[in-house]
């Protein structure tokens, strides 16, 4: 039997569309019903897809969905960032948070479900990705071009005040938000003014110099 499946043959563009399409049905439905297996499948059939069209456009459900989401809070929030330019880099991660912080609050209700969602053991590999991946941004927006082991510690570190920063938001509202972060850049700049003056690659370079002399025999 040929596939008439409207998703068989679809380019990717409409593929993208439609996903962002069905996240605007699931930012309405997810107030009442949850972030949930029930609202993937009410805001797929709001858009007419089928059963075998949502498994193709959302194998994960529920979990796919939180991600789109999350993605398209990254993206409000660069836009409306803007440029960098002049800041001083705490400036610049204060802004960066407080940004990325409104861009999930124009979605409040459904970003609220979406945060319980990924706050399940079940779901917390997912939350922590979403928020190194947010972290990464908000670190290239800021103008950081690490690529030794700093690229992996600020990301680190700022998702772990990312993540507690936008429950405080969801739930606490914008002002204890922003004193959390006020409190925790300060943490973040402590950090970057420690590690400024350590060489955290010498134990590679040694063991590195000491492989070779083995190889070369020069030991």
Same mark, same amino acid.
């Given at each position: ?35 949930? /297996? %029930? *609202?993937?499948?009410? +805001?797929?059939?709001? @858009? ?7 498994? !193709?456009? &959302? =194998? ?38 407080? /940004? %990325? *912080?409104?861009?999930? +609050?124009?979605?409040? @209700? ?7 969602? !990924?706050? &399940? =053991? ?98």
């Amino acid at each position: 039997m040929t596939d008439v499946s409207p998703l068989s043959n679809a380019e990717p563009d409409w593929a993208d569309a439609k996903e962002q399409a069905v996240l605007d049905a699931a930012i309405r439905l997810a107030p009442t019903l949850g972030w949930n /297996a %029930r *609202m993937v499948r009410e +805001a797929c059939a709001a @858009e007419g897809l089928s059963q075998g069209d949502q498994e !193709l456009l &959302l =194998p994960n459900g529920p979990r796919d969905l939180a991600a789109l989401l999350s993605r398209r809070h990254d993206s409000r929030a660069l836009e409306a960032l803007g440029s960098a330019e002049g800041l001083k880099i705490r400036d610049r991660i204060a802004k960066a948070l407080s /940004a %990325r *912080m409104e861009a999930g +609050a124009e979605d409040l @209700e459904a970003t609220r479900k979406c945060a319980g969602f !990924l706050a &399940l =053991p079940t779901n917390a590999d997912l939350g922590l990705s979403l928020a190194w991946e947010t972290a990464d941004h908000l670190w290239r927006w800021s103008g950081d071009t690490a690529t030794d082991w700093n690229h992996y510690s600020k990301r680190t570190i700022l998702s772990g005040v990312l993540i507690p920063a936008l429950t405080l938001r969801w739930f606490e509202g914008r002002e204890a938000a922003e004193d959390f972060v006020a409190r925790r850049i300060d943490n973040v700049m402590a950090f970057e003014k420690w590690k400024a003056g350590k060489d955290f690659d010498a134990p590679v370079r040694k063991a590195t110099e000491f492989l070779s002399k083995l190889r070369y025999g020069t030991v």
